[in-house]
Nanobody, 125 residues
Framework: QVRLVESGGGPVQAGGSLRLSCATS????????MAWFRQAPEKERDFVAA????????VYADAVKGRFTIFRDNAKSTVYLQMNSLKPEDTAVYYC??????????????????WGQGTQVTVSS
């Protein structure tokens, strides 16, 4: 059984920082890509960032480029999202996801097979 567990969310003031973590356990995927998505109330789930198996390749949504950094530690089966200069519009539930493929970095949620339960990030002005 696959399990992805996010942590690190919470309340923060605008301009502040948070680091999200997502630990995977259970089934061994082999090489895979990982991503972060977010969903604000009454909105669709939006792509935030993705990272390749090696960590050498990353892609970001325009809204977070220059402020967020995705990185991973494969020895710990964990992916991280460092979020700096947070804005109220970053408020959302953040989800990590796994795509069991190393071909391209996908930005579409339907391309990812496994998901965590989400962690709430609330940025106040």
């Amino acid at each position: 059984q696959v399990r992805l567990v996010e942590s690190g969310g919470g309340p923060v003031q605008a301009g502040g920082s948070l680091r999200l973590s997502c630990a995977t356990s259970g089934r061994t995927f082999g090489a895979h890509t990982m991503a972060w998505f977010r969903q604000a109330p009454e909105k669709e789930r939006d792509f935030v960032a993705a990272i390749s198996w090696s960590g050498d390749s990353t892609v970001y949504a325009d809204a977070v480029k220059g402020r967020f950094t995705i990185f991973r530690d494969n020895a710990k089966s964990t992916v991280y999202l460092q979020m700096n200069s947070l804005k109220p519009e970053d408020t959302a539930v953040y989800y990590c996801a796994v795509r069991v493929s190393t071909l391209n970095l996908m930005t579409t949620a339907s391309r990812y097979e496994y998901w965590g339960q989400g962690t709430q990030v609330t940025v106040s002005s």
